[in-house]
């Protein structure tokens, strides 16, 4: 998967069915098969590839 926007990364996982919650400000919790994550939407900024592995693999989905 490449680089990508909050935003893309925020539909993303939402087409792989995952669940989100307000939190605080920008952020949100996410909840997918039992696990879940925090995940900061700050919209059309760049996600980090670190950030976005780690939320993945949190989540327990495949890159």
Request: with cysteine; glycine share 10%.
């Amino acid at each position: 998967m490449q680089a990508m926007k909050c935003s893309e990364f925020r539909r993303w996982l939402q087409a792989q069915g995952a669940e989100f919650r307000a939190a605080k400000g920008s952020h949100f919790k996410v909840y997918l098969n039992g696990k879940a994550t925090i995940f900061a939407d700050h919209g059309s900024k760049e996600m980090h590839e670190g950030l976005r592995k780690s939320i993945i693999k949190q989540l327990g989905l495949k890159d």
